[in-house]
């Protein structure tokens, strides 16, 4: 089988996901590994038999990398991204794509002129749930996706804070629930509406972790570019965590729901994932008896997976896969995008008390 040789950036808590993922894909010839603390790099490419190195250009040129694994802090993923697409590799980011448009903007600029792939995690996508939903809105089952909740009660120690210096810093995070927790149900929220925020009312405060400067919640309305409306609760200030949902309601007034997370979100690296995703609401017409038979299979699978580790390896494989057949991956850079730009609009209507258009209509 035709292989990619792949590499990582950033061997930290993430980081070691990806690498097992690039060490077991059959799609993958894992080569190399970058951290800028080399004995983080080292301990990796000894686990895995590959290359150490603290300087990203350097690995690029020397191991002749195909694709890169970003696991940098959010502030720091378009510097590796970059250099990998000036040496024509292709790159997988963390979530979110950047902190901040321009550093999103400059990267899918290099993405286009070095004709490389640039996908970003998503990898609450590949839940069964979610596809499950994914699979009957595409079906038309509900009509047209037209009103979308996504509602977060976790919570964060502050012990988690000050696991790494650039956490819980607006210079070295660039924000706090915004951009590090609700990325992925912000994805989820505009891939299952099928359309993209024109329009966005928000506010965020930071409600019950006075040790750090950012935000640890943060509230939204939204208008979607075809009518629809959409809401945002999301939180780190409940203790203990209660849940993560992603609810879609269509035209035909049929529902569609998933409990992504129950309790608090996991945190890679420091917890795992105890209870599984499942779907918590299915009102579509003739389905309204399947969620017991759905929850029952979706138990039944997760008994047998290392959810922290699988659903990303399955992200991964997908981003490999799309290199190896010259087609897009399917979360993609402007996937990225437009979550980045969602967070920074809550930020901007609050900073200047207005809601704020995304799309001109
Ligand atoms: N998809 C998920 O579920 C998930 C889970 C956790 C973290 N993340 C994301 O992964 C990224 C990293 O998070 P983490 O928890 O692994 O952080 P971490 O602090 O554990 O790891 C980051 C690593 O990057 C290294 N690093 C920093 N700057 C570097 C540079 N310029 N070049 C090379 N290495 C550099 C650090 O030394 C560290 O080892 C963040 O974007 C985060 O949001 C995603």
């Known amino acids: 089988m035709e292989r990619v040789r792949t ?31 080399l004995e983080r790099a080292s ?144 994805d989820l929220l505009e891939w299952l509406m099928d359309d993209e925020v024109a329009q966005v009312s928000g506010y965020w405060a930071n409600l019950n972790h006075p040790s750090v400067e950012v935000e640890d919640s943060a509230v939204a309305i939204l208008r979607f570019r075809n009518g629809g409306l959409g809401s945002i609760v999301s939180s780190l200030a409940q203790k203990p965590g209660i849940y993560t949902k992603v609810h879609i309601h269509g035209s035909n007034g049929a529902s569609v729901g998933v409990e992504t997370d129950r309790g608090a979100t996991f945190i890679a690296g420091m917890s795992s994932i105890s209870e599984p995703p499942l779907n918590d609401l299915w009102t579509i017409p003739g389905e309204e008896g399947c969620l017991t038979r759905f929850q029952a299979e979706d138990r039944a699978r997760f008994a047998g997976v290392d959810a922290v580790n699988y659903y990303h390896a399955l992200q991964i494989q997908d981003f490999l896969r799309a290199i190896l057949e010259d087609r897009p991956p399917l979360v993609t850079g402007d996937d990225g995008r437009r979550v980045v730009a969602l967070f920074q609009a809550i930020y901007q209507s609050n900073r200047e008390g207005r809601s704020i258009k995304l799309l001109e209509e």
Not at 22 to 37: G, H, I, K, M, Q
Not at 129 to 138: C, E, F, L, S, T
């Open 7 to 37: 590499a990582l950036v950033g061997c930290g808590k993430v980081g070691r996901i990806h690498a097992q993922a690039l060490a077991s894909l059959a799609e993958s010839d894992f080569v190399a590994v970058c951290d800028v603390e």
């Open 43 to 186: 301990a990796l490419a000894t686990q895995y038999d590959v290359a150490a190195f603290d300087d990203v250009g350097l690995m690029l040129a020397l191991s002749n990398v195909e694709a890169l694994c970003v696991a940098t802090p959010h502030p720091l993923h378009a510097g590796p991204a970059l250099l990998a697409a000036e040496a024509g590799a292709h790159v997988l980011i963390e979530k979110p794509l950047a902190a901040s448009l321009p550093d999103c903007d400059a990267m899918l600029q290099a993405a286009r002129q070095h004709q490389i792939k640039l996908g970003v995690i998503s990898q609450r996508r590949w839940y069964e749930p979610v596809r499950r939903m994914k699979a009957a809105i595409d079906a038309g089952k509900i009509g047209r996706p037209v009103l979308g909740a996504f509602t977060m009660y976790s919570w964060r120690e502050p012990s988690y804070y000050q696991s790494d210096p650039w956490r819980g810093r607006w210079d070295t995070e660039g924000g706090g629930v915004l951009v590090n927790q609700s990325p992925h149900m912000l």
